[in-house]
């Protein structure tokens, strides 16, 4: 095969992500999420296991939409307790050289002056290690904290993301020039104040003037991660994304969202290729197919179900405790993720009845896509396929006990990668960007919409 696999940790600042139930196994270590010290080792680990990048997932609200309440979610720890995502990056940054950080970050409730300024901030820190995962946010609770009587529409939020996003290029790309810094002392001049330009941004959303707070970073722009698989969303990863997070349930629609979105950048005048496609991957690893057979029992019989339909109900809409579970469950339309609510209609050949749908989120073992169990050949031979078969270039591995689950694929599974020459044996040096797009490609390309900012400032200079 002749590309590599790139590999992102999937994981969340919180208390639990999507392992639901597993606090309660005695070897999870998730409760010292609060601890530096954690983090740190986990950055260690991944480092030491040629990880790309650790993605760090996020969300603004309870999930209070199963059973109507909050209590499921706070009860099982359902991405709460949590705290800032990108606080803990420049702890992890210290003691790891090359692993990078993908943060998420929602343009929903955030302003794009203030997150500009703290990516750019996390850019300097990290030396370049840096990457933003755009979101769009889906729980009412979040709509309720940030002062709206209740969710802005779907489609509605992404219009906000594309001026969010122009903001933000007209701040990384366009206000400073790259010698606008020059510390000349005999004349008393720290930075050139005729290369540092207001953006003057009116918008329908946002009103911004600028200039920028911060010094042009190594990358200037993070790199852009997206993660969203409806129509409106395949279409902003096409015009923005450099990393996309798409999911399916079989590699035939995995392989179409892979292809709509290349697609689609390919007609907006972009690379379609130089977009990285990842998916999620979640393992039970063992050195026999027993072992691992073994470990799948002992965290099924831990799984919770009610945390498990929680989190579901947050992310599609869908409050399957208020349908009759005899009944057939029918697509329909929410203003949450509109892929997870496609999930188990639109996406599933025929019908299925809710109690069919509820025993599937609700039973470890019965879940569909990434969880795979078995040997490190065995994880291997899927990974190897889904890349060869679907256009991927990557996985974003979840985990279900923390930090073991994590240290059994970077002892038993990467060294089966190695072997095969799916997986780099060392780091290649540059910037995050550079790793994944090749030495020299430190900024973003010229066929990308933010270089339109970077060029009238060029130009005016």
């Known amino acids: 095969m002749g590309k590599r696999i790139i590999m992102n940790a999937f994981d969340m600042n919180a208390a639990m992500h999507n ?43 309870i999930y209070d939409v199963y059973r109507q309440s909050r209590d499921p979610a706070i009860r099982d720890g359902v991405q709460v307790p949590l705290n800032d995502p990108a606080l803990i990056v420049p702890a992890m940054a210290s003691v790891t050289e090359h692993l990078s950080f993908a943060v998420t970050v929602t343009t929903t409730y955030e302003h794009p002056y203030a997150h500009a300024r703290r990516f750019s901030t996390l850019d300097h820190l990290t030396g370049g290690r840096i990457a933003w995962n755009i979101v769009t946010s889906y729980l009412p609770n979040a709509a309720l904290n940030y002062g709206l009587d209740r969710m802005i529409k779907h489609d509605d939020r992404y219009d906000l993301a594309d001026e969010f996003l122009e903001v933000a290029y007209k701040l990384w790309e366009g206000s400073w020039e790259d010698d606008a810094v020059v510390r000349d002392a005999e004349r008393g001049v720290y930075a050139e104040p005729g290369k540092v330009r207001r953006i003057d941004h009116e918008g329908r959303f946002f009103r911004v003037p600028g200039p920028h707070l911060s010094e042009p970073s190594l990358q200037r722009t993070p790199v852009l991660y997206q993660a969203g698989s409806s129509e409106r969303g395949r279409a902003f990863a096409a015009k923005h994304a450099e990393c996309v997070f798409v999911g ?184 995050l960007r550079e790793k994944l797009f090749g030495p020299g490609r430190r900024r973003l390309p010229d066929n990308h919409p933010a270089a339109r900012y970077r060029r009238t400032a060029d130009a005016e200079g």
């Not at 986990?42 to 990048?53: P, S, T, W």
């Not at 050195?287 to 002992?298: D, S, V």
């Not at 970077?410 to 910037?431: I, M, N, W």
Request: glycine content about 10%; aromatic content about 10%.
């Open 248 to 431: 399916g349930n079989s590699k035939e629609s995995l392989k179409f969202n892979i292809q709509d979105i290349r697609d689609k950048a390919e007609r907006l005048g972009r690379d379609p290729q130089s977009i990285k496609m990842f998916t999620g991957l979640n393992v039970v690893v063992g050195e026999t197919e027993e072992e691992a057979e073994r470990k799948l029992g002992e965290y099924a019989a831990l799984w919770s179900r009610e945390a498990a339909l929680a989190q579901f109900g947050g992310s599609s809409g869908y409050d399957l405790s208020a349908y009759d579970p005899d009944s057939y469950l029918e697509y329909r339309a929410t203003d949450h993720g509109q892929s997870r609510a496609a999930q188990f209609t639109k996406n599933v050949p025929g019908k299925l009845k809710v109690g069919e749908v509820m025993d599937r989120i609700g039973s470890l073992k019965a879940r569909q896509g990434g969880l795979r169990a078995g040997t490190p050949k065995d994880i291997v031979d899927y990974m190897q396929e889904q890349v060869e078969e679907t256009g991927l270039d990557g996985f974003n591995l979840a985990h279900l006990i923390t930090p073991g689950s994590l240290r059994e694929f970077v002892d038993l599974v990467v060294p089966e990668l190695q072997s095969r020459g799916l997986y780099k044996r060392d780091y290649e040096p540059g910037t």
């Open 19 to 61: 392992s639901h139930g597993l606090w309660k196994h005695p070897d999870n270590e998730r409760h010292r999420y609060t601890d530096l010290d954690y983090w740190a080792d986990i950055a260690r680990l991944l480092e030491r296991g040629k990880f790309d990048a650790l993605f760090l997932a996020d969300v603004v609200g």
